[in-house]
Structure formats: structure tokens, C-alpha cells
T-cell receptor, first 114, second 116 residues
Framework: DSGVTQTPKHLITATGQRVTLRCSPR?????VYWYQQSLDQGLQFLIQ???????AKGNILERFSAQQFPDLHSELNLSSLELGDSALYFC?????????????FGPGTRLTVL | AQKVTQAQTEISVVEKEDVTLDCVYE???????LFWYKQPPSGELVFLIR??????QNEISGRYSWNFQKSTSSFNFTITASQVVDSAVYFC?????????????FGGGTRVLVKP
């Protein structure tokens, strides 16, 4: 158990809908990361937050947004969902030390868009 | 731009055989960090090791060992005397010191199947 929690574990929804994925980092970690794992794209970095502020952005679609709250939990919002958004979404956390710390991953949320 | 290549998509071995997973990376940064993660059938990503670019010492942890060679930009992973529980997808990843944030760039993964 990495100490990172993600809810829900599974999510099934329809095209055009909006969903929110939630992540709680390990105790004491200030950085939260979101990754998407799909069959065609592999594991891709989406976005990083550090202590409530956006730190880095990857190939995150405009339909997707995220935030980190004062209690350090994070939410990833996916809107106008398309079939291609079906994937496993991972949250990871780290202490936030610049470039030298290790990211620990949560169990993931499997999103299925029908 | 950073890139990680895991040329082996799938490796099948019989229990107790050794298996080596290749990882080749590309980066223009002189300071970077390399990682290996394991993804068992249950789906979670489990951290195995982190290596700094300025530390080329090889590392052994139980049946796992890692061979880091800067000259060939490789960070290979060997499982000695494989067991069925080693069946998983293994990912190599890279983080650059000069990049904004700490994002990981992952290779495509190598699926290891250990047969009894």
C-alpha cells in the first residue's frame, strides 16, 4: 500500500458526461501528479500540483482540469467525455523536493466511457 | 526532449530463469533520475528503484539488480531466479532536473510472464 488513495476505483459513464476523480496524497507529501494510462498512448503525464499551485503541465486536454485543495487532496475533472478518454487514471504523490524525490502511485481509477 | 525506450514488449520465462529487461533513455540534461516501476495484474504501480545520473553504481536488492551505464544511456533491470509472482508489466521512467516540475516520462513497458 503506497499510502495514496484514489476514488472511485471504477467509473462507467456515457459520452458527453463529466466526472471527477479524487486523490489523497501520502501524509506529508506536498506534490500531486496525474497520469493517464491507455492502450494506445501508454503512461502519460497530465499535470502536477505542488502545495496548491500548478507546477507542470503535460499533454492534458482542454476538456480536463485539475486542482489541489488546501488539505492537499486533488481532483481531476474530465468533461465532454469521449470514447477515447477511457483509460486508467493514476494519481501519484511525492514530498515535492525539486527533482530528487520519488513518486508513489495510487491504485488508479478505471474510467470507461460508453 | 526526453524519451524512454523499452524495446522488449513481452518476455516469457520459466520459473527460476533469470530475465533482463532493457531500458534506453534519451535526455539532453546532465542531471536526471531514472526509475523502475512494477505493475502487477492488479493494476497498481509499485516503485522499485530510483537512480541519479551522477551515481553509476549498480544496485542489488534481493533477486533484483540494476545496471546503469551512462555511456550507452541504459538502465537495465535483471530478475534472478524468477518466480511466478514476478509476472507483471515493468516500466522504466525518466525525470529531468531542468524540466519544470518532476514529471516522469515512461517507456512503453515490458510484460514479463513467469510460467511455473
Amino acid at each position: 500500500d503506497s499510502g495514496v488513495t484514489q476514488t472511485p476505483k471504477h467509473l462507467i459513464t456515457a459520452t458527453g458526461q463529466r466526472v471527477t476523480l479524487r486523490c489523497s496524497p501520502r501524509s506529508g507529501d506536498l506534490s500531486v501528479y496525474w497520469y493517464q494510462q491507455s492502450l494506445d498512448q501508454g503512461l502519460q503525464f497530465l499535470i502536477q500540483y505542488y502545495n496548491g499551485e500548478e507546477r507542470a503541465k503535460g499533454n492534458i486536454l482542454e476538456r480536463f482540469s485539475a486542482q489541489q485543495f488546501p488539505d492537499l487532496h486533488s481532483e481531476l475533472n474530465l468533461s465532454s467525455l469521449e470514447l477515447g478518454d477511457s483509460a486508467l487514471y493514476f494519481c501519484a504523490s511525492s514530498a515535492g523536493l525539486p527533482h530528487s524525490d520519488t513518486q508513489y502511485f495510487g491504485p488508479g481509477t478505471r474510467l470507461t466511457v460508453l | 526532449a526526453q524519451k524512454v525506450t523499452q524495446a522488449q514488449t513481452e518476455i516469457s520465462v520459466v520459473e527460476k530463469e533469470d530475465v533482463t529487461l532493457d531500458c534506453v533513455y534519451e535526455t539532453r540534461d546532465t542531471t536526471y533520475y531514472l526509475f523502475w516501476y512494477k505493475q502487477p495484474p492488479s493494476g497498481e504501480l509499485v516503485f522499485l528503484i530510483r537512480r541519479n545520473s551522477f551515481d553509476e553504481q549498480n544496485e542489488i536488492s534481493g533477486r533484483y539488480s540494476w545496471n546503469f551505464q551512462k555511456s550507452t544511456s541504459s538502465f537495465n533491470f535483471t530478475i534472478t531466479a524468477s518466480q511466478v509472482v514476478d509476472s507483471a508489466v515493468y516500466f522504466c521512467a525518466l525525470s529531468e532536473a531542468k524540466a519544470a516540475g518532476n514529471k516522469l516520462t515512461f517507456g512503453g513497458g515490458t510484460r514479463v510472464l513467469v510460467k511455473p
